[in-house]
């Protein structure tokens, strides 16, 4: 049960309001029979200049219980009496003016004490119901004391006020009804409140970074984490999802057209140094339907599976140290005899060298295989990378052959200070190394016919750790192989084994460092290399 101090809730309010509406009426109707010879032989009014009075200042009393609504007030139990009170002493006047209970009027009265009675608590309801019945008894006593008065009326002043509290209790079980349900909605109010704040605590404070976008590609909800991600100062809700992240957006159409699809695609953060995999989920049954976006960090789940991994390679590793390296060796010695035999005809000598080529091959997938099973003994050294830049140009200059023209090294323009990394060095150089090669393999020109592959390195504006890029103004890569250039064994080139990019990328990450893929608007390949966070090396 609500205390009786409570404010008015909505219900309430709108009693209030249809009572003032009828107040309104019953005042103006009155007022305007006064005036009016017909409406004074109708009603029977004894003192029609007194009842105009009275009309009029019931309408004005109606106008300013109205005005109460905009002023703070005690609660529903002062404003229920406030309007009891007005009630009973305006029809009592308009009874004592119409010649008392017999004019008929006395009936006006049920429709505002029922009213009241159905917002009072517990005894209040009957403590209407009294004043209005005291009222009219009143009347009819100032009635029959005038002058002009003939007496009696009391049996039919005492009906009245018997069907007034009868109707005061006939509305009293549907105001308990009122008074439940009233209490059960605040309840519910309450909850939903509560559900909602705690629901938008969970999903802003969720570890996963959650997205919905509408069926107009808006975004609706974003949590501080999936913000992270896209970037604060252009995601949150309003914003097309294109104007956040257009690779995201190209992502979520592709899943439109092929919702069976199991591999979506991945996108980089815009702080660079994480690789971000989509999943989508649609809400609704409409088409098109908005749509829940989990945003998954791939780097977390490789770093669980990193030691398995390497248990797995390494026994591999070691089958293929004794168990293929021995006899491709063998093969590739017989096909060298037979090649060196004179007596070979020109047509077997093609045919041993394709025997030595492929031996070649395979001897070089051994060798990166049995390289990446090793990579888990790292000896990570805290290095100025300006300094170990400059030495590795040096050296892959002299070991290529190659010069500024083809391969040069570039500062980020915002670079003032020394840039400080923690990598293990015999692995980066063999990271850089590979990248580089295929730089200059697949993604160099001529002398004078193109900008050189370039090396650049400097800190990231967006979170400050430190970078190193290799980037070629070559064809690039395919669109449709973007999402498959790290995975082991593929490769385009007729005679590359496929795991370059594999290798490079998982050094990379035992390392706390994470190796992206750019394709520049103005062509060709960018490959970064994103250290860990200066601030958060483990001694």
């Known amino acids: ?38 409406g004074r032989e109708t009603i029977s009014i004894d003192r029609p200049v007194e009842m105009a009075v009275i009309c009029a200042l019931y309408f004005l009393a109606g106008i300013g219980l109205i005005a109460l609504r905009r002023v703070p007030f005690g609660g529903l139990r002062a404003l229920t009496l406030t309007h009891s009170v007005v009630d009973s002493a305006a029809m009592g006047f ?41 009222a009219v008894l009143l009347q009819q006593l100032l009635v029959n004391l005038d002058a002009d008065g003939t007496g009696g009326g009391y049996i039919a002043a005492g009906v009245l006020g018997a069907v007034i509290f009868i109707a005061a ?24 409140a509560n559900m909602a704040q705690l629901s938008q605590y969970i999903v802003q404070h969720l570890r996963e970074s959650i997205i919905v976008v509408d069926a107009q590609d808006r975004i609706r909800l974003i949590n501080q984490s999936a913000a992270e991600i896209l970037g604060n100062a252009n995601a949150w809700p309003g914003v097309l999802l294109g104007e956040c992240s257009p690779r995201l957006l190209f992502l979520l159409s592709g899943w439109r057209q092929h919702r069976n699809a199991q591999e979506i695609g991945t996108f980089a953060a815009l702080d660079g140094s994480r690789l971000i995999q989509p999943h989508f989920a649609q809400l609704g049954n409409m088409q098109p339907a908005p749509v829940l976006i989990f945003l998954e960090d791939t780097s977390l789940l490789a770093e669980k599976v990193q030691q398995s991994k390497l248990a797995a390679l390494g026994r591999l590793s070691a089958s293929i140290a004794h168990e293929i390296r021995t006899p491709v060796g063998a093969m590739s010695h017989a096909g060298q ?39 888990g003994t790292r000896r990570p050294e805290r290095l100025e990378l300006g300094g170990w830049v400059n030495d590795f140009w040096v050296e892959l200059c002299a070991t290529n052959q190659v010069g500024a023209a083809q391969l040069r090294i570039a500062v980020s323009p915002d670079e003032g200070q020394p840039v400080e990394v923690r990598v293990d060095p015999t692995q980066l150089h063999q990271v850089m190394s590979n990248l580089c090669q295929n730089a200059l393999t697949h993604g ?25 890029e290799v980037i070629d103004q070559g064809p690039g890569i395919a669109r449709e192989d973007l999402e498959r250039v790290f995975e082991p064994f593929f490769t385009r080139a007729a005679r590359g084994t496929g795991l370059g990019l594999f290798l490079a990328r998982e050094l990379a990450a035992s390392n706390g460092a994470t190796l992206l893929h750019e394709s520049p608007p103005g062509g060709g390949s960018l490959f970064r290399l994103v250290f860990s966070d200066p601030g958060r090396w483990e001694e």
């Open 444 to 468: 160099s020109r001529p002398e004078g016919q193109g900008v050189p592959v370039e090396i650049r390195y400097g800190r990231l504006t967006s979170n400050g750790r430190p970078f190193l």
């Open 337 to 375: 005899l037979l090649a060196e035999n004179g007596s070979t005809s020109p047509e077997d000598r093609r045919l041993t060298q394709i025997i030595r080529d492929n031996a070649e091959r395979v001897s070089r997938i051994i060798e990166n295989v049995l390289q990446f099973s090793r990579r």
């Open 94 to 134: 308009v009874l004592w003016a119409a010649g008392g209970v017999a004019s008929g009027l006395g009936i006006l009265l049920l429709l505002p004490v029922a009213a009241m009675a159905l917002l009072a608590y517990h005894r209040d309801a009957f403590f209407t119901a009294a004043l209005a019945s005291c």
């Open 169 to 192: 209790m006939l509305v009293r079980p549907l105001a308990n009804r009122l008074i439940a349900s009233e209490a059960l909605v605040r309840r519910q109010e309450v909850d939903l």
């Open 1 to 38: 049960m609500a205390p009786l101090e409570s404010a008015p809730s909505d219900l309430a309010w709108r009693v209030f309001g249809l009572v003032n509406i009828y107040r309104l009426l019953v005042a103006g109707g009155l007022f305007t029979a006064s005036r009016f010879t017909v």
